[in-house]
């Protein structure tokens, strides 16, 4: 069957901030010809290197609010106090000529996507423990402190839907992730079953981080009022 002769799927990425997932699709692009990857639409401020068009397409309140009414999204969510959405025509162009494209979403947007399109494949991909997790999003070093903490708090409302993913992938080594990944989209097999003590665990650990941080961050309060 030549490339042209299907339509190509709709691939839905999610998963905590600080699991490596743009480094994942990084890598479905570069090995393996069958992907394209939609640019998001964005109120958020481009990070240090992001680039108009092709990380985000970094847009005003105004201007994404109008494309949600001309019905230029086909999903959107908050996140963070930002709007996120997916442009509809990049999508439907690309599935047409038999790509499959990725979107690198959160959770909302994923299940619009899983109503609108329930042969999208959705993946959730997590790491081996919330601590790892804490530690990629810390080292990164690109967001600040209320930032990070957002972003844990986000994800303990993440955890809760995880079970709503057709497959979740533990990256737990790059090649690996990247590989199974593949496998699901090609053949519907691969990740990991979804297992509650293993939700559950992840969610206790990060609430301690967040406590952790928190009483940290008070101290820091404290030491400063005493100066
Ligand atoms: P970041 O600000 O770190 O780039 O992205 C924050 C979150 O928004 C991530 O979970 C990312 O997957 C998600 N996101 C990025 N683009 C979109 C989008 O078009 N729609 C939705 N629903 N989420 C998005």
């Not at 992907?35 to 992001?50: F, I, N």
């Amino acid at each position: 069957m030549t490339e042209n002769a299907r339509a190509g799927k709709l691939v839905v990425i999610s998963g905590f901030s600080g699991v490596g997932k743009g480094t994942v699709v990084n890598r479905l692009l570069s090995d393996y010809d069958h992907y394209t990857l939609s640019v998001s639409m964005t109120t958020r401020k481009p990070r240090e290197g992001e680039v108009h068009g092709v990380n985000y397409y970094f847009v005003s309140n105004e201007e994404f609010e109008e494309m949600i009414g001309n019905g230029g999204l086909l999903e959107h969510a908050g996140y963070a106090d930002h709007y996120y959405g997916t442009p509809r025509s990049f999508v439907e162009e690309n599935m047409a000529k038999g790509k499959d494209v990725i979107l690198e979403i959160e959770v909302q947007g994923a299940m619009q996507i899983k109503k609108a399109y329930p042969d999208a494949v959705l993946i959730f991909i997590t790491t081996p423990s919330a601590s790892v997790m804490a530690k990629r999003l810390i080292g990164r070093k690109t967001e600040t402190e209320e930032q990070i903490d957002n972003r844990f708090k986000r994800a303990v409302e993440e955890a809760e839907h995880i079970k709503r993913y057709d497959y979740i992938v533990i990256n737990d080594g790059l090649d690996d992730c990247v590989s199974e990944v593949n496998r699901i989209v090609e053949s519907g097999e691969g990740g990991v079953r979804y297992d509650p003590k293993f939700k559950n665990r992840f969610l206790q650990d990060l609430l301690e981080i967040i406590a952790e941080r928190t009483e940290a961050a008070r101290a820091r309060l404290h030491a400063q009022k005493d100066q």
